[in-house]
């Protein structure tokens, strides 16, 4: 299986926004920038360095003075970074077996459904078994 490395920017992007300020954040999402044009060695390399630089910064906790309960001070960057973790061994796919000739993003599957989502939806009254029938028909081709 092969993460779309568009989708994971696009994660990343939800995380810690267009233009970052904090540096943390700036940082990350510097790295995450590389993810289209590095190796699997060199990113986990650089994902793990970026990690020992902030992580006393994603570990700090803030505790609520009504219920006394304690949160993540810093959400965004550590949901961006574990996001990063989860999905690495899935975003280098293509690295890993070469002969496959995996793309890294899905760009052009997007485009190949476009008919497909336009035709269903010039037809929106349809019952879901006809829609069945025509996607097996749309896909056959």
């Not at 570990?59 to 949160?71: A, F, I, L, Q, R």
Request: aromatic share 12%.
């Amino acid at each position: 299986m092969q993460m779309c490395h568009f989708q994971q920017l696009a994660i990343i992007r939800r995380y810690l926004t267009q233009n970052p300020r904090l540096e943390a954040h700036i940082e990350l999402k510097k790295l995450s920038n590389t993810l289209t044009t590095i190796d699997k060695e060199s990113w986990l390399f650089a994902l793990d360095q970026w990690y020992q630089k902030w992580s006393e910064y994603l570990k700090e906790k803030t505790v609520d003075p009504m219920s006394g309960k304690w949160h993540y001070t810093h959400k965004k960057p550590r949901g961006a970074y574990q996001s990063l973790e989860r999905y690495t061994p899935y975003l280098f796919t293509f690295q890993d077996y070469p002969e496959l000739g995996i793309p890294n993003t899905t760009n052009s599957l997007d485009g190949s459904f476009a008919n497909l989502k336009s035709k269903l939806r010039l037809h929106q009254g349809i019952k879901r078994q006809m829609k069945t029938i025509l996607t097996d028909h749309f896909l056959a081709k």
